[in-house]
C-alpha cells in the first residue's frame, strides 16, 4: 500500500512493507549498523550487529502490533520507520533510518509524515518516540516536525531524550 500524499513524487514512495521480509531486513541492518558503529565510535563488525538485531527484535512493527515503512526512489529502498501500537491511544515512533546517499532529499521528512499518517490510520492520537544524545540530527527532525521533549516513558538503557507529538 503506498501512503504517499496525492501529489507526490511516483518515483519516490513511502510503503508498508512486511518486516519480515528482505527489504526490511536489509534496511534494518544498515540502520543498526550506523548506529551501533555511531554509540561505540567505531565500525562495528557483522557478529556485533547480528546480536543487536537479535536482542532489539522488530517483529511487533507488523500488524495487529504495529507497521514498517519503506521509502523508495525509483524503486530502491532508501529508508524505513517503524510504527509500534503502544496503547489505545498512543504509537511509538522507532527505526527511522534513511541511506547516507538519500539524505538532504526530504525522505526522513517524508517517513516521518507517513509513520504519522498510519499511525492516526491505526487509531492513534499521540506519537512518542525515543533518541539517543548523539544523534544530533533525529533531534533536530523531531523538533522541526513539532515533537516536543517529554519525561521519560521507558526505561530503555539506550535513550537520553524523548519527545511526543500529538497527532491531531
Given at each position: ?51 543487536v538485531?537479535?536482542?532489539e ?21 532508501v ?49 512518542r ?21 517529554i ?18
Open positions: 500500500m503506498d501512503i504517499a500524499p496525492a501529489g507526490e513524487d511516483l518515483h519516490r514512495t513511502v510503503t508498508v512493507t512486511p518486516v519480515n521480509g528482505p527489504v526490511a531486513a536489509d534496511l534494518l541492518r544498515r540502520y543498526y549498523t550506523e548506529i551501533v558503529g555511531r554509540y561505540h565510535g567505531r565500525t562495528v563488525s557483522a557478529r556485533e550487529v547480528d546480536a538485531l537479535a536482542e527484535t522488530s517483529d511487533d512493527l507488523a500488524p495487529p502490533t504495529g507497521a514498517f515503512l519503506v521509502a523508495r526512489h525509483g524503486g530502491e529502498p529508508g524505513c520507520v517503524g510504527v509500534r501500537l503502544l496503547t489505545a491511544r498512543i504509537a511509538e515512533l522507532t527505526r527511522l533510518y534513511v541511506d547516507p546517499a538519500a539524505r538532504g532529499t526530504g525522505t526522513a521528512g517524508r517517513l516521518l509524515a507517513a509513520a504519522e499518517r498510519t499511525a492516526r490510520d491505526l487509531g492513534r492520537d499521540t506519537m518516540l525515543d533518541t539517543r544524545r548523539d544523534l544530533v540530527e533525529a533531534r533536530a527532525l523531531y523538533a522541526r516536525h513539532g515533537y516536543a521533549e519525561p521519560p516513558y521507558n526505561d530503555s538503557p539506550y535513550a537520553d531524550h524523548w519527545f511526543q507529538k500529538a497527532l491531531g
